[in-house]
């Protein structure tokens, strides 16, 4: 049997090699890595990565698609949501990217979209960053690998938050949460109402067949305290739902479409386009997609979220907010019927020969099908009435 120094020894040996296995798939990845580019370009060629992303701008979607490259995110759960949340914004060009998580790449995460059997064993974090990094090198990346509900950890994570944004020293401009439990979430909820840092929390639902996204604004909207989840509204330990041995269900196809959806509110919010979702839900089961909007909680339990309210209000009255100005209406009374109701094509003659287009040089006897024929002018003369039968005219004419 084996002693105590023989193990820690086999341990070094194995970590050593961990190691030098990393190191060179690391240089692999290199190798094949594409170099960066400095400025993005719509022209239309194969070797670049953004001629469709910039198709937006060329189409009227997006006034200004490469300020996508000035902003930073940061993702709070680089799991089943998180991990493919990172990879979309990537794509998408994404200045900067800061990853946090505690948890470690498993077999049992296979089921799940991003991650790979190879990458077993490494943090969630380090494992983002090299499949992220050798998919566009153009995004700075930030990793962390601890909880951050810890004390230590937490103090940590609300610097990152302040001052982790693309230029060191300023703030991210969006928080995600992408976690899978309660306390994670209130601990990101407690950070962004301290910072006044606009944040959006997503979630799927433990039997895998539904989800949401939510905006949080500080003082605007309600905060993750103010409305809070059925368990902690039933004073139910969240422990106590979770059995030894029983995991949550999860779908990568769920997964999937939440955060689609999340990202596609990411980049409305960023790029100001399209009209941004306060809330938005998913049901599976019935293809539902519910939507609303709630507003703070003055009496929320969250003294930072309250302190915001305060703050907000204040903005608000020193600057109202423009009410649009509806143009009024002129109503025409008719007088052909008591009602004053008149039917009146909205398409003049004109238009609608020009969307009919030049009509074709058909054979005689063969018209355009839809179309009405030309009425015949007549040249003024008149049949002339006869007692005749219809037999008799018929023989004349076969005389003729």
Known sequence: MATAEEL??????????????????????????????????????????????????????????????????????????????????????IGKLLLFDYDKVELANMNRLFFQPHQAGLSKVEAAENTLRNINPDVVFETHNYNITTMDSFTHFMDRISNGGLEEGKPVDLVLSCVDNFEARMAINTACNELGQVWMESGVSENAVSGHIQLIIPGETACFACAPPLVVAASIDEKTLKKDGVCAASL??????????????????????????????????????PTMAMKANPQCDDQHCRRQQEEYKSKVTEHPKQEAVEEEVVVVVHEENEWGIEVVSEVTEAELQAASGPEP???????????IPEKEETSGQTVEETDQSLEDLMAQMRKM
Do not use: W
Request: charged letters at 25%.
């Open 361 to 371: 040089d058909l054979p005689e006897g063969i018209t355009v099908a839809y179309t």
């Open 8 to 93: 820690k020894r086999r341990v070094r040996e194995l970590e050593n090699e961990l190691i030098k296995c990393k190191q060179r798939r690391s240089s692999e990845e290199q190798v094949h890595a594409r170099a960066k580019i400095e400025k993005m370009s719509a022209e239309v060629v194969d070797s670049n990565p953004y001629s469709r992303l910039m198709a937006l701008k060329r189409m009227g979607i997006v006034d200004n698609y490469e300020k996508i490259r000035s902003f930073a995110v940061a993702v709070v759960g680089v799991g089943g949501v998180g991990s493919v949340t990172a990879e979309m914004l990537t794509r998408c060009g």
């Open 252 to 289: 990568p196809t769920t997964m999937g479409v939440v955060a689609g959806i999340l990202v596609q509110n990411v980049l409305k919010y960023l790029l100001g386009f399209g009209s941004v979702s306060y809330y938005l839900g998913y049901n599976a089961m019935q293809d539902f997609f």
